[in-house]
């Protein structure tokens, strides 16, 4: 299970800019680093983040290895109507991570 | 703005805490005004602090969650969790780490708040003990000190920690390493200076364990302590040496009465 910390607010005013934080916790390991054995640690890094609002995509980036661990996104979006903001990490080794708010706009 | 997250509600209330803190005017034991100690949490940019204010920026907190995660889940062959002895946190804990490190009682030898939590873990929960720095032990460690957040630091008067206690001062005067320097040499005669660019903190343990921007990730004392040794490139002690928790206690002594902030983000 993953660790998310995400801050958005509950409520919105409709036509509203709103700010969506998110905090994830992940080691973004570059692939370039070795280990105590002299071996090369695996890249391990999320390579993209999107989020939707209703199903419909509001933002979304790729990541690279020079993203430094637990990545912080900040990223701003117009309230258009009441629902769900949903956010969404996958990377290496399989990652997956989501994780869900609801808004109201009034 | 009509911003009413239970996240960004929760943000204001610890700013509110941490403002009151800073303004030398915390809860129980107010510094006086003319006291020239203050946290590394002064000494850090605006954006740091601010990272460190808010708890959703805060990279700390992601090891909160699991710490909190650790407090409810049941561990070992007495197949007990930490809340089954400690029940509610934010009674059973609260002050705990501002007064860390403590003599357990019957034992001869003091043990910082990780110390405490392992034993925990081998005496009561019988299950086996933490590795130093794994992310279980510090993640549990956030937990417990983000119950003391506001709290003044207060060190036990327990007789028995005395000798310890000195054996800690000894530690930060003395000159040690190649580049011949002691704790005090830094944290006292330079404090409030420059050493290659970076402010020099006045070295008071009030935010740990820390998230260092540095070390990507959460930190003990312990680590910090050990950062430093290599940097005055002293002989590195091994992760279980009483000399650490020595120290801790004497850095606890020399911060009395200062407000914690832990878990706190250092750059």
Known sequence: ?106 | MTRLGVGASLVSVFAATLALAQTTTPTTAPLPPDDPRHSGYRDMGAELRRMQDDDTANPAMLFVQSGQALWQQKAGAAGKSCADCHQEVAQSMKGVAARYPALPPGADQPVDLEGRINLCRTERQKAPAFAPESPELLGLAAYVALQSRGQPIAPPDDPALAPFRSVGEAIYRDRQGQLNLSCSSCHDDNAGKRLAGAPIPQGHPTGYPIYRLEWQTLGSLKRRLRNCLVGMRAEGWDWDDPQYVALELYLMARARGMAMDAPAVRP
């Not at chain 1, 998310?4 to 607010?9: E, Q, T």
């Open chain 1, 1 to 106: 299970m993953a660790n998310v910390l995400v801050n958005a607010p509950k409520t919105a005013a409709k036509g509203e800019t709103v700010e969506i934080k998110a905090l994830i916790l992940h080691p973004m390991e570059t692939g370039f680093r070795t280990g105590t054995n002299g071996r090369i640690i695996p890249r391990n890094i999320i390579e993209r983040f999107s989020a939707t609002w209703n199903g419909a995509e509001i933002f979304r980036m790729d990541l690279s290895p020079a993203i430094a661990a637990n990545p912080f996104v900040s990223f701003f979006a117009t309230a258009s109507e009441s629902g769900t903001i949903a956010l969404r990490w996958t990377g290496d080794e399989g990652f997956v991570a989501e994780h869900q708010v609801a808004i109201t706009v009034t």
